[in-house]
């Protein structure tokens, strides 16, 4: 009798129709004699609706009211899978995150899981019910409700495979598993059977949406093996496990393309030690991601002064904007530029670490396009590029075909 701990993201969960169908699965499985734990995500569009809402009434919207709100989508969503099983005559509860154990810090709309004590999860499944845990929420030790970040059912569903020392981890969703790109820009991508945690973390961090970045990183850290598959059909998923040597004979794993960046440059900022330190210190304060970072070489002889680029989740915008605009008096910069129409295009593979001219070969299929790169960023395993967004997905094409077609 195996325990499996399966997540519904919120395509899977759209409608009354779609969550009797994730109940139908589920009831499929218990007959198996397994042991079920459902994760299941808001109901596709929900999140977006209740942020619209909240921007509506203030554009920095207070994160704990924030989180509040938040909570309430997945909150739906735990009791009409309840509904739906019931209605089958399977024995389910549903609980929250707060019920389900699940401990964060008071970082809120981007809480990291300190622990999890399962208890209640325990008692229920002993007692023959599925349980149905709320995704993306969690409770501090002082018993405000938080949320773990866009996408955050993901991390719940694999933080509850580690705390339960569950036997399968599977995530349900609207594609047949992890593909070699967005299988909805680029047509020909095509599934893989399996990807390295180091692969699906790049992937996962240059913008893939398939897998929240900081739940591959959470699997990774415990050696969750999980399985990538649809809610629509019985085909074999993606398995992302620990990287495996045959792995590293492809060179390029898959090409990702996040049009969810925003570019901020500081211009004139001095040219002296300390002033990058200042500017990301404070935009780490307010707990904002930094992404690519460029600077300038200086200018100006007797006061050098120098430019410096850096991107951050659109999301984070605003705030950004707002923390180095409280640094101009500190500083002394000339201006502030953002700029929202930039694509971050990015190919990954763990070949990338035994090949050479990765990045040239990449840099040459733009400039093919006549595309021009704005910043560019490499790791081990990945090269990224900014371009323009109006031309990212004709881009993202050409470099898949050059790479994986
Ligand atoms: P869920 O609601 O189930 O959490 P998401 O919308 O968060 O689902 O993620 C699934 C989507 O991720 C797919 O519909 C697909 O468009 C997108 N996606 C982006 N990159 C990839 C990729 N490399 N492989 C598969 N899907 C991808
Ligand atoms: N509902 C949340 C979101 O839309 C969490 C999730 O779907 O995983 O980001
Ligand atoms: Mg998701």
New binding site residues.
Partial sequence: MALIVQKY??TSVANTERIKNVAARVARHRENGDRIVVVV??MSG???GLIKMARDLMPIPTEREMDML?AT??QTTIALAAMALHSLGVPAISLTGAQAGIVTDGVHTKAKILNITPKQVHAMLDGGHVVIVA??QGQTSEGHITTLG?????LTAIALTAALKADLCQIYTDVDGVYTADPRVIPNAVKLDEIAYDEMLELAGAGAKVM?LRSVEFAKKFGVIFEVRSSLNDNPGTIVKEETRSMEDVVIRGVSLDKNQAKLTVVGVPDRPGVAAGIFKALAGAAINVDMIVQNVSHGAAKPVTDVSFTVDKADLLKAQKVIQGLKPEIGYRELLTNESIGKLSIVGVGMRSHSGIAARLFETLAGQEINIDMISTSEIKVSVVIDLAKAEAAARAVHAAFLE
Avoid: C, K, P
Wanted: net charge negative.
């Fill in positions: 993201g919120g995500s808001a929900v999140t977006d938040l989508g997945e995704g993306f866009r996408g955050g059912s993901d929240q």
